[in-house]
């Protein structure tokens, strides 16, 4: 199972800027989409932005173009980069990994979390 490690979070005021990355265990080049997720407090999970292995991206209904996600397969790392940031941005962001392309295997693996509050 493909182990995922969230870094970056932090307190920021509103309209700075903040890079999130994600480190997977093993070749993220098998792993058929990457995603960013968040939770604010007493709300559900969201998408944040999802990239997959042809490099297509999609970001969620809540987030504009402020956010930018990217991945390195050499470093085998997911980066999300946020800028203007604003209150509701605030929240723990997960890094998840969907599926096993090479392997046709699912995997639902989800990192710990790194907690990014925006103060007004």
């Known amino acids: 199972q493909v182990r995922l490690v969230e870094s970056g979070g932090g307190f920021v005021q509103a309209g700075e800027s903040l890079r999130l990355s994600c480190v997977a265990s093993?070749?993220?080049?098998?792993?058929?989409?990457m995603a960013w997720y968040r939770q604010a407090p007493g709300q559900q999970r969201e998408l944040v932005a999802r990239?997959?292995?042809?490099?297509?991206?999609v970001n969620g209904d809540s987030v504009d173009g402020r956010f930018t996600i990217s991945k390195d397969r050499n470093k085998n790392t997911v980066d999300l980069q946020m800028n203007s940031l604003k209150p509701e941005d605030t929240g723990v962001y997960y890094c998840?990994?969907?599926?096993?392309?090479?392997?046709?295997?699912?995997?639902?693996?989800w990192g710990q979390g790194t907690l990014v509050t925006v103060s007004s």
């Open positions: 998840n990994a969907d599926r096993n392309w090479c392997r046709d295997l699912p995997l639902d693996a």
């Open positions: 093993e070749n993220i080049f098998c792993i058929n989409a």
């Open positions: 990239i997959t292995r042809s490099g297509s991206r």
